[in-house]
């Protein structure tokens, strides 16, 4: 039998600490220069028709960090990716992704899904068929992954 103690000690917690509006990131990082890639070097692999390298270049030195930081390049880097995606055949696409990781590819998904926040004209059509594609190689864990993660490109 449960016995009353009338103690009320666990009045004491502070619960608040826990709301997720009140996360604060406890990986500090210090603003330091952006690091991307060159956008002539972007340009000069799309230009000699090599997209694949260009994309993966663009993907493996992604600016992740929190929302609201490094945004400047992170919106350089959106640009470059989507430069690239955009330029793309549909008969490249499925040899392009099967040439990327399990990581190479939620970063892109991010980039997708970052594309359709901004839509131009005709990119929302590609980066569509950018999804699928992505999403048949990396499975539903991939969306996943990107809608929970904190980390945004």
């Not at 260009?54 to 600016?63: D, E, I, Q, R, V």
Request: some cysteine; charged content about 25%.
């Amino acid at each position: 039998m449960a016995k009353n103690t009338l103690s009320s000690e666990f009045r004491n917690i502070d619960v608040d600490q826990y709301n997720e509006d009140n996360f604060k990131d406890d990986d500090v990082e210090p603003q330091s220069p952006p690091i991307g890639v060159d956008e002539a070097t972007i340009i000069s692999y799309m230009n000699s028709g090599n997209h694949a390298d260009a994309l993966k270049l663009l993907l493996a030195n992604a600016p992740v960090a929190s929302k609201g930081k490094n945004e400047q390049a992170k919106d350089m880097a959106l640009n470059l990716v989507l430069k690239v995606l955009l330029s793309v055949n549909k008969s490249q696409m499925d040899q392009i992704i099967t040439s990327l990781d399990k990581t190479q590819l939620d970063v892109l998904m991010k980039y997708i899904y970052r594309g359709f926040e901004r839509p131009s004209e005709g990119s929302s059509a590609i980066l569509l068929i950018w999804h699928e594609k992505v999403y048949n190689a990396g499975g539903v864990g991939c969306i996943v992954r990107v809608l929970t993660d904190r980390k945004r490109v």
